[in-house]
């Protein structure tokens, strides 16, 4: 971006001249930015409309005959066993906490990835390489720390 | 329609720091807490970000790699945050931030 | 178009925060923490920051918010464990303050001001806020927070197994 000298209208940082918004025949500025998300508003839109439209039929169009047996608590056919509110685990919030470190990591990698051409036609592809390396050794020890600890173990 | 433009974002910031701040305030349970705390997280992250599109130089992102990092840390927080909650179940069989006052002993 | 969508996205954003607050049961305010974030995340998209709309998806509404429903029914809290919900004098002027804070705010805030710089301008630049603008920014002049991030997230780490492993 140009930083011109003298504030015009636009301040210190004035208005580019090239990617101007287009106006459609209306008059009405688009939003070009938000193209892009235009298929997921279609298929949220999809989803709401079959959502409200199932629950809507089937309540509507469907018979209503409630009898206890199909009201009672099916499990596999045989009787339920034991209280349907046991405490679980804690080996499931481990896994959680190890899905939440790779998760970021793999956030991480994703604009590494797609930068990685840029940076290595500007001569930093080994430095953003050794970069991104040192990112995930790092996380590699905490693995390494929660396997040799045995917090993997499902026993 | 009018325009919407940076107050707009900053009173979504506003309003969502003090809905965090009450949950923080208000909750007795432990992980309720947490959860004012995520939305105070955000609140920031709404700032940094509108203030960026609006008041920072053209194409420069600092305050969105900022709030990238808010979003890493708040992540690192819940997971430490969950197991200190996880711990004081453990000793207390309660997690009410009210019953748990060993200290003040 | 804009306008519309911001007030949808402000309106669905306020609106979860506050079942946040006024939900008893934690898992109900779980729920609607992560209706609250995806509300966020549209207006991520309103202030053309694409990547970090993404993030918030990915690691807030997809994996932050799984460890606390994860811990939510792992400590399966009965009725009479969650503690009543005690409405008190306190509590009521505390909401009456930052029901005023809020709206002094928004009040002062959209009173007319002449802002010195066209707020419209970072909306034409090409990729601004993209996944290559963004990582631009991250990989080359950021490079020491972005790995002391990692030693946090070590930390992290290594801190909730200590604390967690075993309990329960």
């Given amino acids: 971006m140009r930083r011109v000298d003298t504030p015009g209208t636009g301040g210190y940082f004035p208005r580019p001249q090239t990617a101007r918004l287009k106006a459609n025949d209306e008059g009405i500025a688009m939003d070009s930015y938000l193209t892009p998300y235009l298929p997921i508003l279609v298929l949220l839109l999809l989803a709401g409309v079959m959502c409200v439209a199932i629950t809507f039929f089937a309540t509507v169009l469907g018979p209503r005959r409630i009898t206890n047996i199909k009201e009672a608590a099916f499990e596999c056919g045989s009787p339920t066993t034991g209280d349907p509110h046991a405490r679980h685990s804690v080996k499931f919030f481990l896994v959680a906490l190890l899905f939440i470190v790779f998760d970021v990591e793999s956030v991480f990698i994703y604009p590494w990835g797609a930068l990685l051409r840029d940076l290595n036609g500007d001569g930093l592809g080994w430095f953003a390489y050794f970069e991104m390396m040192s990112f995930m050794a790092t996380l590699a020890i905490g693995l390494v720390y929660v396997w040799r600890k045995g917090a993997l173990e499902w026993t | ?105 | ?168």
């Fill in chain 3, 1 to 168: 178009m804009e306008a519309v969508l911001f007030y949808i996205f402000a309106i669905g954003v306020v609106v979860a925060g506050a079942q946040v607050v006024l939900r008893r049961n934690p898992i109900y305010g779980a729920v609607s923490l992560v209706a609250c974030f995806f509300f966020l995340a549209g207006i991520y998209v309103l202030l053309s920051a694409h990547l970090i709309a993404i993030l918030q998806v990915m690691v807030y509404a997809g994996a932050v918010m799984v460890l606390f429903v994860f811990v939510i029914m792992l400590l399966n809290l009965k009725e009479e464990e969650l503690g009543e919900m005690h409405v008190t004098t306190m509590k009521g002027i505390g909401l009456a303050a930052v029901l005023v804070l809020v709206g002094f705010i928004a009040w002062k805030a959209l009173t007319p001001v002449q802002f010195a710089r066209d707020m419209a301008v970072n909306e034409q630049i090409h990729g601004f806020g993209g996944v290559k603008a963004v990582g631009n920014v991250l990989y080359r002049s950021s490079v020491l927070p972005f790995e002391v991030t990692s030693l946090l997230l070590l930390v992290a780490v290594v801190s909730a197994v200590v604390i967690a492993k075993g309990k329960i």
């Fill in chain 2, 1 to 105: 329609m009018n325009s919407v433009g940076l107050p707009h974002f900053l009173i979504v910031g506003a309003a969502l720091f003090a809905l965090g701040m009450v949950t923080v305030v208000t909750r007795r349970n432990a992980v309720g807490i947490l959860m004012g705390v995520e939305l105070i997280l955000n609140a920031a992250n709404v700032n940094f970000i509108a203030f960026n599109h609006y008041v920072d130089a053209p194409g420069r992102l600092t305050g969105q790699v900022f709030s990238i990092f808010v979003i890493v840390l708040a992540a690192a927080e819940a997971a430490v945050g969950l197991a200190i909650v996880l711990a004081i179940f453990q000793t207390f069989r309660t997690i009410d931030v009210q019953e748990t006052d060993l200290l003040r002993e």
